[in-house]
């Protein structure tokens, strides 16, 4: 799956939002000038990060954006599911209904579906703060496409 343009200026503005010491508002024209995200593009990523009660923004002078919680508890897997649907393959990811005439009897079913698995795993075990410490890079161990051994 690639990740779209979407996903990646979601993650930088929330990095952006992640690296404010002692959760400093951010408005909309400051994340788009530091992100470098188009400011209108951005107001509809804000509005879908809002949503999925990820931020909270705040009217008026003092108003902008912020994190509803902890660097510690948002993953980078709750942003991009918020923006993206993350799909690999028609017969595995969010789509409702599989739309492969191959779907029964499929020998690559099981591979994309270990692929798909295995990246929520690393969106899901890397939170906003490995992110702005760097610690996600370092710590990231290598991921296996072995297919687990047969159960006994």
């Known amino acids: 799956m690639p990740i779209t343009t979407r996903s990646e200026y979601g993650m930088r503005a929330m990095l952006m939002l992640a690296s404010e010491h002692e959760g400093r508002r951010m408005s ?12 209108k593009y951005l107001e509809q990523i804000l509005r879908d990060l809002k949503g999925a009660g990820l931020i909270r923004s705040y009217a008026g002078v003092h108003g ?4 509803t919680r902890p660097t510690t508890e948002i993953t980078a897997g709750e942003v991009v599911r918020s923006l993206d649907q993350m799909n690999i ?3 595995v990811g969010t789509l409702p209904e ?3 005439d191959h779907l029964l009897g499929c020998s690559l079913r099981p591979l994309w579906q270990r692929l798909y698995s295995a990246m929520h795993e690393v969106l899901d075990s890397t939170t906003l703060q490995q992110l702005t410490e760097g610690a996600c890079i370092s710590a990231a161990a290598p991921l296996s496409l072995e297919a687990p051994p047969p159960a006994q």
């Open 28 to 39: 909309a024209g400051e994340l788009s000038e530091r992100a470098q995200i188009p400011k």
């Open 98 to 100: 599989p739309s492969c």
């Open 89 to 91: 393959m028609s017969c």
């Open 64 to 67: 902008g954006y912020q994190l």
